[in-house]
């Protein structure tokens, strides 16, 4: 919520700001509420294995990549 406040967020593209919603639906629920230095690269993998066997491998990679961009921003 404290991103979608700033100005950056305001300055993304439509597409890109349902791309994060569509992610965070599968983050949330793992990663909502730990702190993101506490995530580790086997926490990521079986996030991104859950949603490709669920959804697809495409989609997978799409939840990863916001994944990434969150962290640059929480970082």
Do not use: M, Q
């Amino acid at each position: 919520e404290r991103y979608r406040r700033t100005t950056v967020w305001a300055g993304k593209a439509p597409r890109t700001r349902e791309d994060w919603d569509r992610a965070w639906c599968w983050i949330a629920p793992v990663f909502g509420d730990v702190a993101p230095r506490t995530v580790s690269l086997e926490h990521v993998a079986g996030l991104r294995a859950a949603v490709a066997a669920k959804v697809s491998p495409r989609e997978a990679h799409r939840v990863v990549k916001i994944w990434r961009a969150l962290w640059r921003v929480i970082a």
